[in-house]
């Protein structure tokens, strides 16, 4: 069974910083293209990044590149978030979520069930 | 980049009847859009790829159509555990953009 496991979410302020995690199980974690997607609340989804199976292929949404950086280890099974920068319109349910191919050009075929992240002071 | 809306961004339909949602793309996408199914509180559900193909235990009641920049979603017996939100998401090329969803409701 394919699990997805976010974690890292929490009260941060602005302008500080956050990394989450994503612990994924039950399929070939390195065979695989990884996101992040988002979702403010009451919102909707929002597409944040992505990375290819081997790391070789990365990219962002405009709203957080050069804040954002995504990043897996393949070893520990793990997709990652590190989050710079952060502002109020950065609150939102982050997901974790798995592509159907290795290198994109398919779609999300499974979800975390998401960490939320709140900027606030 | 390219922009995907869609219409309606909210519908009620009958028990039963027949439902059908747009996404539309700014520039051709070819057939690289899926459907996803997002029920209240819960993560969303992939319910088509490839505009038409219908994902592996998905109803038959839902299917896709389009390719380019027009794409249709049709449920054509609307049932009450339809009730949800639904986005389209191109990913033809990044940055890979969701429609703003449509939430669909029973009459």
């Known amino acids: 069974e394919v699990q997805l496991v976010e974690s890292g979410g929490g009260l941060v302020q602005p302008g500080r910083s956050l990394r989450l995690s994503c612990a994924a199980s039950?399929?070939?974690?390195?065979?695989?293209?990884m996101h992040w997607v988002r979702q403010a609340p009451g919102k909707g989804l929002e597409w944040v990044s992505g990375?290819?199976?081997?790391?070789?292929?990365?990219h962002y949404a405009d709203s957080v590149k050069g804040r954002f950086t995504i990043s897996r280890d393949n070893a520990k099974t793990s997709l990652y978030l590190q989050m710079n920068s952060l502002r109020a319109e950065d609150t939102a349910f982050y997901y974790c979520a798995k592509d159907t191919g290795y290198d994109f050009r398919t779609a999300i075929d499974y979800w975390g069930q998401g960490t939320l992240v709140t900027v606030s002071s | 980049d390219i922009q995907m809306t869609q219409s309606p961004s909210s519908l009620s339909a009958f028990v039963g009847g027949r439902v059908t949602i747009t996404c539309r793309a700014s520039q051709d996408i070819s057939t690289s859009l899926a459907w996803y199914q997002q029920k209240p509180g819960k993560v969303p559900k992939l319910l088509i790829y490839?505009?038409?193909t219908l994902q592996s235990g998905v109803p038959s009641r839902f299917s896709g159509s389009g390719s380019g920049t027009d794409f249709t979603l049709t449920i054509s017996s609307l049932q009450p555990e339809d009730v949800a939100t639904y986005y389209c998401q191109k990913y033809n090329s990044a940055p890979f953009t969701f429609g703003p969803g449509t939430k669909v409701d029973i009459k």
């Open positions: 490839g505009a038409s």
């Open positions: 039950g399929f070939t974690f390195d065979d695989y293209a």
């Open positions: 990375i290819s199976w081997n790391s070789g292929s990365i």
